[in-house]
């Protein structure tokens, strides 16, 4: 449990890209931030040599090589899971049970089974005061976040339809090599979990709305890549394409791929309601289009808002107007969040259970593109996202 | 059969939107395209005053309100149909059969049984030299032109994903009343017809690819609204979403909307190869974006071409670079193109078997919504689209 | 005078660039908009022959290489001139006392002298009812002419500041040859007079304020190139800079080049006052961007009005929203205002004391520049520009 | 002297907007860059109070209220200035003296005098191997890093034309409060060397190009403004236009605005030249436009290069392609390499010269602009900028 009296230990679990970005976000939330006290106590990882300068490098105190030791130490009260998805179940049940506060990168596990074991050690822990929380971290852009204000304070009226796609193109290269993000059994999926999995989120956190059916296609269009030891068969997808209908009659269409040549990180989102639409592209993060319904027809645009006010969420604790952000702060955002939680008893959200439910969807996609796209429908679900 | 020592006599039935449209491109060609001789011989429509007053504004010598009469004058030689889907295969048989070349506005009719009856009238009557064409115009808007250009030198490589949507908002509001258009019976279908139609005639324009199978959904957000007679049940789809595996193994997406607020008529089209990537926007159909993949990696991003020079298809015949030309030139392009046809010979294209295959999608698009959005193959089609 | 009984008897003088755009526009006004009749009677040019392939090209009745004998027949009653500056004074001054109202192009005439007499030709023929206007075209697009609606009407508050910059490449290249545009004796000076004027124009009419002080840099980076008989020396600019003072207190700079390697026909016109803001680029000439300052500030932006509805000035007579229009159309407009002020009994607007002040401007620009800068300041002017 | 077997000891002076930008640089450069090692000794501001709770939140080991006692420390060798410019000269020249590395804020200082001697002091400090640098940080983004590169590889051809302008609107409002940036004694100007300063640096930077003679007016939009004691006088002005010339031959503009509504923090730069163009927009940091004139003319265009890839300027460093980073980068960058010069033994660039160099700008701008914009030449200047 989170100490009183005593600054927060904190342990990170991972040191690849989302151990780095983990990494600056706990450096630097504190000079941002009014967040509880915390100490970034120990950096883990499988090659000593190798975080222990992960370590030194990033600032954390100390680095170890045992998670299951590092989550029985008394001294920690925070784990921070950045490894691989496969890996994440044991893990983060492991650290709830001892009492420690987790928050885990997405996707939540690579199986269903996994995740549902995971949302339930969460809500035991939770009867416990132990928070959890999954790193949608997109959620935590100003843009994005000053959307889904906009679009609950009805200023879109009623959502009818959303456009979302999440296109990438370090794959274009017919002769990029494997790696264990193109096998199924390290990655579950390809494009669909790793990418589609944040534009699912993101359309149901803007509209507060839950997928109800899926209709989807996967395709490798690059079946064959170079491996370690000579060509190896691709066994997930490269693209995938879903429509999903939303409750309360909406319906998205989400779009992902690792080969839209000239798309590096082009998470792109439009919302059209009754009244009003939205846009958003991360490549642009700063900068939300939105169209406001109740204007005069005559002077009706998609005007680009500069996200860098200190009235949007977030900005006020940075810079000044049009001194813009970049990527990496998301994640501060997302562990300002996380801590303020801690010390002050809220719901952390997206909780485990949000990152199973798009884990469900994605489940879904899979089972419909099986189908050749016959629509897989979704349980009812209770809804999706919880208010912030 | 045209003549060859007077000018061809043309005739044009309807005066609404397309006949405007084709009205203006008709007086407007012989400026600044090398065409051969014609004369604006007569408009033809149901109400006799409009009509008349119709041909004087649009520059016809006469008006009729007899499409039988006049496709039987001798001194007509090319009909151009610009009146609702439901009476085009009439006509245009009739036409054919007369021996008049005959240009179709999109679609070709409002069923397939129809448009099989035209695409076989076409081929009967071009034995005998007489040319049809259908009136897809977006494949003379220079950029897109030039677009296919790009793609057929193969500047873009393999292709593999198409993004493609046409997305408007003029029956955003729910109070917007019914119309003949949002009646099945008289409309065939809603934007699925309507806008899809274009967008997936430009992903086999742009892509020279057949669609060999199709997923989809249609929607209806507004199911009743205010009619002449009280409130009236939409029958058509206010909105679609498709999914498309094309030959050669790329896949596109297209969606299209009444419904998107704020998008006046928003075709866009991403195209995405092995090689390099395009993009464009209707709203800005002056533009064409291109990556060149041959560029060296951090000299890459889209270009915007402003597809004004010279060098660009069509576009010497108008204004310096620059200049740019509007919508309405689109249909000067597609008269020009139809009469050099007439005159050299050739065969015009896109042809009402273009017509048909396009078709085919929008049917086989309607099963697999009917289907929850299974695929529903295409027969292996021949190349969808010739050569210009 | 303008013939009450019968259609007005137009005749246009030149048929190169400007008169191929007038001739367009002549034969396209009375299909879209409400004018009273008129006859393309007679284009007027120095050589028989290729004068007489344009008028049967663009669709005039006669054609004919003696433009006094033009003027002086009964039944012409508009004269358009679009031949080069040099000869605008003594065409226009005659047609006025002809008793024909006179359209013609910009510059005025190409030097102040000439243009003085005019203006003074100009009001001795207002007083018989005949009008005269001269062609700045630009104030017809619908995003210029909404965008004046807007500053009109109070909703950027009080101006302060304006960038103008009118932005060509044709002249990029060192091995383009010499012409007319590049000798002083025929152009009278280079992008000053031929494209910052039209910027200077805007300026004015969409402010309603007129300058009253000028600093200016002209710059010539080519100075010699390949003529006709070998190499030559331009005697004009290729660039200007200009810094303007406005009665009411406002600033604003223009930029006009034809050597700026990219931009086509980049006339671009930021405007900010005290309540809000506009931007304009006139390769995208169906859009206006518009900032409105009474919207809350994290509201704000931006916002990119697609001036394409039937609302917006001009736009109604021509096709449904999102349907662009292109550059030869604002000719168009052009001659509906100006058979509408003959028909109506109004001012045309811009008079040519509208098209005095501007070159009273240029003037003061070419002082200024051989000042090396000093301000040179402009007499009080009455107001500018009038209300259209 | 820097240490040889200890870290560099650094000290900071100034907690406010630019203190917390510079220490957030020195607290992440070391995690993502090979720099020397260093520790983050100090923190000094006049309150002490603040000053301790700034070195907490920033991570400083100590605060101090007094700059003197800290340059003369054995433990400090390196010296940050971020106070107001009318402090630097006093506190830069002592630490030179003391033998500490100095990176100093722009402006150098607030008059030429102490600039003069602040060169004067940098140039004997160096030759006892003490480092100087001036913090003209955009020089750090990538954008603009990678501009300078194509330039300088000649990409462009001959540079001819620049246009350059920085807008700011956070004085757009007239009840915006007087401050110690508007008043001339403590501020020197407003817009002219706030900002304008950037922009005539960023000219020099890309292009290679010292300024020969420059043509300025300014102007103070709002005179009076609320202060603490009543309505008080601007000294300074609102915004700044200025036309230079260069050596070499092009011409800049340059337009500095406080006023301009809705433009945040809008450093803008096009540059022409024989061969090509460049367009930035501070405002979207991570994107430079590019047009290469090599290309055939139907496929130019201004090309949108997402400048973050691992072969652009500082992004290796960072985070994968697509992912972007923010205005707070430029410092980082901006440390790193002034703490590779000192490891290095290179001359920092930009070294204090060009600071004064830009300021001999500034001066001769506010000179023409009392001689009503007649062109003040500068003395044929050595090349204002040193290879980074």
New interface residues.
Partial sequence: MSGETRPLGVAAIGYA?MGK?H??AW??V??FFDVPAFERKVLVGRDGAQVAAAAE???WQESATDWREVIARPDIDVVDICTPGWTHAEIAIAALEAGKHVLVEKPLSNTLEESQAMVEAAARAAGRGVKSMIGFNYRRVPALA?ARNLIGDGR?GEI??V?A?YL???L?D?QTPMSWRLRRETAGSGALGDIASHAIDQVQFLTGHAVTGV?A?L?T?VPRRPGPDGVEDVTVDD?A?L?LALDG?A?A?V?A?R????????LRI?V??????LAFD?????E?Q????AD???????????V??P??PYVSA????????????TFTHQVRDFLVAIRDGGTPSPSFADGLQVQSVLDAAAR?AE?????VDLPSASRATQEA
């Fill in positions: 890209f970005a990494s600056q450096r630097n504190g000079s490098r990033f600032g000053y879109l009818r339809q456009r796609s990438q193109d370090w274009a017919e209709s296609r395709e269009f693209a394409w429509t009659g319906v269409s779009e791929s080969m839209a040549f000239g798309r590096k990180n082009a439009e059209y309601g009754s009244g009003g639409a991360l490549e642009r993060p700063n939300l939105f169209l406001d319904g005069p027809v005559e002077e009706q645009g998609f005007r680009t808002i500069l860098t006010e009235e949007h940075w810079w000044p107007q049009g001194h813009v952000i970049g990527w990496e702060h419909s189908a050749r796209g016959a629509v």
